[in-house]
């Protein structure tokens, strides 16, 4: 039997054993009461022997107290119940996350850079949300779609691991970052849409208006939500590589990000903005965004009951006879 399925369906009958004891007593009471006495001013003479069937008497006591509790216990319901579960996902969310790659993402205010810790908090996200379909759109002076709306979650993990700077030419075209957003969106039937879009600079190429950008995903109903990704002040940038070593160097600059722009795309998509300065704040906010989009999910449970209480009856009314036929047959002399 596996205890861990098991259960007492109406365990309130328990209290019944309450009486037991009660019980007990009472017939203690009554069998002194009802024993016949003989007062004699002696015992001389009498060998006092008392037979095995005398002593067993008791038995039927018992076989009586075994019957009544194995009759409580029925009445409890013991059974076991195997749980089966089956979960059904309601169309789930359409997720697209648009990642700036241009060569400011390689700034060291966040920890080794921004594109590596964004990388590591996206893959976290990714394993967050089993039920939905994600895809990834990179941009920098361009823009393109580096992996279409998948619900193959080993395909965009190993996407996001692979994205380096220099796949895109310079700038930040954060319009046809959405804009490319937007477009893998505009075809899905998911219940909800979203778009992450996520820049650490202001908009400054590319041949989309942000705001136009930020129009059609308003009338298409999709959810964005904007993170601006960089430390207030200044930051190690990238300025150029050295022509003998072909490493880059760094400078210190001030870090600026559109964070006008970025509050009027979310504002505009009933979405949220977000400003990350830091790996710690990253990572809460694709938490928040985690918890803000939740895929309804449906769960459906199957219970199979194996009751027992039928056997504790047969038992117990097979103690009864017995204490019946023994009433009527061996301790017929004694009753």
């Known amino acids: 039997m596996n205890w861990n399925n098991f259960e007492f369906h109406s365990p309130e009958f328990f209290w019944l054993f309450a009486i037991i004891p009660f019980v007990i007593l009472w017939r203690v009471l009554v069998r002194k009461k009802s024993a016949a006495t003989l007062t004699i001013p002696s015992l001389k003479g009498f060998k ?3 037979s095995i069937v005398s002593k067993l008497k008791p038995l039927l006591f018992i076989l009586r107290i075994s019957a009544l509790c194995l009759l409580i216990l029925a009445l409890a319901r013991p059974r076991n119940v195997a749980v089966s579960k089956k979960t059904k996902s309601n169309r789930g969310i359409d997720i697209v996350m648009a990642i700036d790659v241009s060569a400011s993402m390689l700034a060291r205010d966040l920890k080794p850079n921004r594109l590596e810790a964004l990388k590591k908090v996206a893959i976290d996200f990714v394993n ?8 990834i759109v990179l941009y920098a002076g361009e823009s393109f779609t580096q992996t279409p709306i998948t619900s ?10 692979e ?5 895109l030419e310079g700038g930040t075209a954060i319009g046809m970052g959405l804009g490319s957003a937007v477009n893998r969106l505009k075809e899905s039937k998911a219940k909800s849409k979203v778009i992450i879009l996520l820049t650490d600079g202001v908009n400054n190429s590319g041949f989309i208006d942000p705001k136009t950008a930020t129009e059609l995903a308003k009338e298409l109903s999709i959810k964005v939500y904007t993170i601006g990704i960089g430390t207030n002040g200044m930051a190690d940038f990238p300025a150029f590589k050295d022509p003998r070593t072909g490493k880059l160097i760094f400078r210190k600059q001030q870090v600026e990000i559109d964070e006008d722009l970025l509050k009027y795309i979310a504002n505009q998509t009933e979405g949220k903005y ?17 918890k803000l989009e939740k895929t309804k999910i449906e769960e459906f449970k199957y219970y199979n009951y194996q009751e027992l209480y039928r056997s504790l009856v047969l038992i117990a009314l097979g103690l009864l006879v017995l204490e019946y036929l023994l009433k009527k047959t061996l301790f017929k002399s004694f009753i």
């Open 48 to 50: 006092a022997e008392q």
């Open 128 to 135: 967050q949300r089993p039920n939905d379909r994600i895809g």
């Open 152 to 161: 193959d979650k080993g395909i965009v993990k190993r996407t996001i691991s």
């Open 163 to 167: 994205i380096k700077w220099g796949q």
């Open 274 to 290: 977000f400003r990350a300065t830091d790996n710690i704040e990253l990572k809460a906010i694709y938490d928040e965004i985690n």
